[in-house]
């Protein structure tokens, strides 16, 4: 009877045993999908933001990733720092391995918590809802401490100063050691062949040189050309002959959309570009005087709004004359600006709302209104990139409560193809007077 008891309890003992050891293999934390690389630099946390930081030693960091998971029902003891080490497979058994610097979580790119902190202090980051890591010391010469919260984090570990490891590094975390490949550092693809296989030069290979330099050579000769051209044609611009007025009655050709195409009366120039200038990020306040200019600047706002834009052109000039202090002289420009869009003066409006945006005191109130109008002009023009920054310009004043009219953005486009049309129209008037002066420029020197 006493021998079954032993040999059951020698039974039980054995089932026991196995049941704790399948629990504590599921129930122990696992750090997997490990990954290492070299690095040149690192994102460490510098107050609020990051800043990137380079290795102290000259040399790239070793960076290793990893998922490490603490099942519910584990546990895992705060880390040292100091006990997070890494060696190289090949070296000796008597190396002395090499301690973490830094410790961080991977979102996209891996990001990493300040190596030092004060006693007592905790410098965390969050993950959503699946962990965050945190570091802390007990003491003010206690060592720093890795510890997690949560399901699972993504955890990064820097090491300065390994110098070469090999093809694979050995990781000791927590009492285990883990063998992690490392990710080779891909050689320029120029640089091995070059060392494979040196080019040898063939007599076909000068031949297609000398052709490519030839073909380089005559399209650096036309686009001088052009650029010749170009350039008298706009210096000498001033002889070239007016476009002929248009007769009272003659009747206006109507376009597809209904609106009667007329040649605009005003002086056909180039549209001003986009500067730096122009690109504001930051406004201030509407200042509380207007200047000597109050009176004119009050009335040309209400001529403004009744849609007597010339009226309001003509006030408004009176009170830049007199004087008007930089914010309302910033809005006066603006104004200007959009009674010579509303008459479909375009290049003049054009000049007002850039001298608006490039004034030395700009308000949002100003702002808006002449980034709004410009962006819809230089889009008509074809001028992508200064749209673009018109439109950038409006989308940081968002907040402020002003929109363009649909009818008003309508006329403004309208404005803006016939100013358009007007400019392609004289530009093409330009090349053929520049032609045909040319050829009769070489006419009469082979008669003499």
């Not at 993950?127 to 010469?141: E, K």
Request: aromatic share 6%.
């Amino acid at each position: 009877m006493r021998v079954m008891a032993s040999a059951l309890l020698v039974l039980l003992t054995a089932v026991w045993s196995q049941l704790a050891a399948g629990r504590s293999s599921t129930d122990s934390w696992t750090l997997t999908a490990l990954k290492a690389q070299m690095v040149p630099a690192i994102w460490v946390l510098d107050g609020k933001e990051y800043v990137r930081q380079p290795p102290p030693a000259g040399e790239n960091f070793l960076e290793i990733q990893g998922r490490l998971t603490v099942p519910p029902g584990a546990l895992l003891d705060p880390v040292a720092l100091s006990e997070i080490r890494v060696r190289s497979t090949r070296s000796a058994a008597g190396t002395k391995p090499q301690s973490a610097f830094v410790v961080g979580l991977s979102i996209l790119m891996c990001h990493y918590l300040p190596p030092e902190t004060r006693a007592h202090d905790l410098s965390r980051r969050a993950v959503g809802h699946d962990g965050s890591l945190g570091l802390s010391r007990d003491g003010a010469g206690a060592p720093l401490k890795l510890a997690i919260e949560g399901s699972h984090v993504d955890l990064c570990i820097a090491f300065a100063g390994t110098g070469r490891t090999g093809g694979s590094v050995l990781l000791e975390f927590a009492g285990r050691s883990f063998t992690v490949p490392l990710t080779p550092t891909e050689r320029p693809r120029q640089a091995v062949n070059a060392a494979a296989d040196p080019p040898t030069k063939s007599y076909w290979d000068g031949l297609l040189s000398s052709r490519a330099a030839l073909i380089a050579g005559l399209g650096l000769l036309i686009l001088g050309l052009g650029a010749l051209a170009i350039w008298w044609w706009r210096t000498h611009r001033a002889l070239l002959p007016a476009t002929p007025a248009k007769s009272p009655d003659e009747p206006d050709v109507a376009t597809d959309d209904g609106a009667a195409s007329r040649t605009p009366e005003y002086e056909l120039v180039e549209p001003e570009r986009v500067s730096s200038e122009h690109c504001r990020t930051s406004f201030v306040r509407v200042g509380a005087s207007a200047g000597p200019g109050k009176t004119d600047f009050e009335a040309a706002l209400r001529a403004l709004q009744g849609e007597r834009f010339a009226d309001a052109d003509s006030l408004l000039e009176q009170a830049i004359g007199k004087g008007l202090l930089a914010t309302f002289e910033c809005g006066a420009w603006s104004m200007r600006g959009q009674a010579a869009a509303a008459i479909g003066e375009i290049p003049r409006a054009i000049a007002y709302f850039l001298k608006a945006l490039g004034g030395p005191e700009v308000t949002a109130q100003a702002a808006l209104p002449a980034a709004m109008h410009l962006a819809v002009i230089y889009r008509e023009l074809g001028l992508r990139a200064d749209a673009e920054k018109m439109e950038a310009v409006a989308t940081t004043l968002k907040s402020v409560n002003i929109t363009l009219d649909p009818e008003v953005t309508r006329r403004l486009k309208q404005s803006t193809q016939a100013y358009r049309r007007a400019l392609r129209a004289t530009r093409l008037t330009g090349l053929k007077a520049l032609a045909e002066r040319l050829l009769h420029r070489s006419r009469s020197t082979s008669a003499t």
